[in-house]
């Protein structure tokens, strides 16, 4: 079956009315308050870091693992000497925080 004036259908730009603007506008006004807000949560979410953590990252059986504590937690892993095979990586994030490391003898 032969298209009547096929070229000339596909050749002519789309025409725009009044209601296909509006629907563009609204919803990149949506888009845009989408992204805002996105911006806004990014920047104001998330804790503060505290001064009084330690974090301590060694190799373990299945990967890597991750000791963290903060606070009295941290205090005792210092004063304790925890993690002997890690003494170094200790005594860094314990003098950081503000804490006393003493090594397990």
Not at 29 to 47: M, T
Not at 64 to 89: I, M, N, V, W
Request: glycine share 8%.
């Amino acid at each position: 079956m032969v298209m009547q004036e096929q070229a000339k259908r596909l050749s002519t730009p789309l025409r725009w009315g009044r209601r296909e603007k509006t629907a563009m506008g609204i919803f990149g006004a949506i888009v845009a308050a989408a992204v805002i807000a996105l911006v806004v949560f990014a920047v104001s979410s998330g804790a503060p870091a505290r001064a009084d953590c330690i974090t301590v990252t060694f190799a373990n059986t299945l990967g890597g693992s991750e000791a963290k504590a903060c606070g009295q937690k941290a205090r005792t892993l210092c004063s304790t000497g925890a993690y002997p095979h890690l003494a170094d990586q200790m005594r860094t994030q314990c003098t950081d925080a503000g804490f006393v490391y003493r090594p397990a003898r």
